[in-house]
C-alpha cells in the first residue's frame, strides 16, 4: 500500500465526504476542520434555509438531494437547482456576510442528509485555506450569475 493509499484509507467516512466536497483543503486541513461538522437529516420538504434570513451556517449534502429556490421580486417562486451528495450550499451568505440569496429545502419524497458546519467555524476554514476560499469565491459568482438570470426572465 502507497503513502497515499494509507492516507486515504486512514480518514473516516466525514473527512472523504468534506474531501470530496472541498477538493482544495489539505489532508491536515480535512483533518483540522472535519471534527467541526455535525450530521442532520432534514424531513422531506423542511426548510433548511429560507431566502433573506441571516447566513449562520455552511451545509454539504451527503445523502438525498436539495432543492434550491429563489423567490423573485414578483413573489413567484423558481427552482434554481439541485444540489446532490458532495455538493455544498450557504457560502454566499457566510463569504458576503449578507442574507440567504436562496432558499433551500429536501424535496416533498424524500429525507436529505446533512453535514453542517458553523458559521464561526466556516471562517476559521476560509483563513486556513486560501485555495478554498478561491474555489468556493468562483462557485459563488457562478450561482450569483444563475440567481441574476432567473431574475431577468
Do not use: W
Not at 20 to 36: I, K
Not at 74 to 96: A, N
Amino acid at each position: 500500500m502507497s503513502g497515499d493509499e494509507r492516507k486515504t484509507s486512514d480518514l473516516s467516512a466525514r473527512d472523504l465526504e468534506l474531501a470530496q466536497a472541498l477538493p482544495r483543503l489539505t489532508p491536515e486541513q480535512v483533518a483540522e476542520v472535519s471534527p467541526r461538522l455535525k450530521r442532520e437529516t432534514f424531513a422531506p420538504g423542511e426548510v433548511i434555509i429560507r431566502q433573506g434570513d441571516l447566513p449562520d451556517r455552511f451545509f454539504i449534502v451527503i445523502g438525498g438531494h436539495v432543492e434550491v429556490s429563489y423567490k423573485d421580486l414578483e413573489s413567484r417562486t423558481h427552482i434554481v437547482d439541485i444540489r446532490k451528495p458532495g455538493e455544498y450550499f450557504g457560502e454566499t451568505g457566510l463569504m458576503q456576510n449578507r442574507p440567504r440569496s436562496a432558499t433551500v429545502r429536501a424535496p416533498e419524497d424524500s429525507a436529505a442528509e446533512l453535514l453542517c458546519m458553523e458559521g464561526e467555524d466556516f471562517k476559521d476554514m476560509m483563513d486556513e485555506s486560501k485555495a478554498t476560499e478561491m474555489h468556493l469565491a468562483q462557485e459563488m459568482i457562478q450561482r450569483l450569475i444563475r440567481l441574476a438570470d432567473v431574475e431577468e426572465d
